[in-house]
């Protein structure tokens, strides 16, 4: 007669990571919830409610994309008049200036950089969304790089900040910053959030899931 093992499966422990502080910790047996031992957040296998809240920050910053660039951002006020400027006319001016250098940052921080991010993003969304296998450590590096190149498209409100505090001669000129840069920094902070919201692990789900059913 065949002898049946009385050996059971070993149980793999749980291994969260903490959404605060990043902290590795493993969830005790019978239980559905925990807390991080360093930070004393709660912990979660994943993101609540990841692509609908990633979603609707990427969507509220394609919004404010198009005001961001039309809307001026700071108007220069001199004995001879005053001027607004927009991004794009700041870029302009400072090309046609000769600081061609100034002006190619300015156009890669301030107008490349926001619209990549809201395609890149965009597109991982879209890619968990529809449960694309492909790539995954492709699609994991590109989130990474969006989360390190995020605050730099501040470089705008950054200059005009230093532009309006350092202006000090009310007679012969001032600095005032316009509504275009609460429509930038608005573009720029959604953009951070969508990114924060999004769970990188569910674009490996399609993975582990291949890998669990060739292992059946």
Known sequence: MATLSNSAAPITPVLLSCHACGQL??????????????????LSKRKSASLERSAA????????????????IMRTSTVFGAQDDTILSGIVYLWSAGSWPLAVVVFVASILVPLLKIFSMSFLLLSVRFGWRWAPLQRTRLYRLLEIVGP?????IYVVALLVALVKLQSLATIEAEPGVLAFAAVVVLTMLSAMAFDPRLIWDGKKEKIDAATL
């Open 25 to 42: 910790s493993r969830l005790p047996l019978g239980h559905e919830r925990a807390r991080c031992p360093l930070c004393h957040s709660a």
């Open 57 to 72: 920050y990427l969507l509220a910053a394609l919004i404010c994309y198009f005001p961001a660039n039309i809307l001026p």
């Open 152 to 156: 730099w498209s501040m470089l705008d």
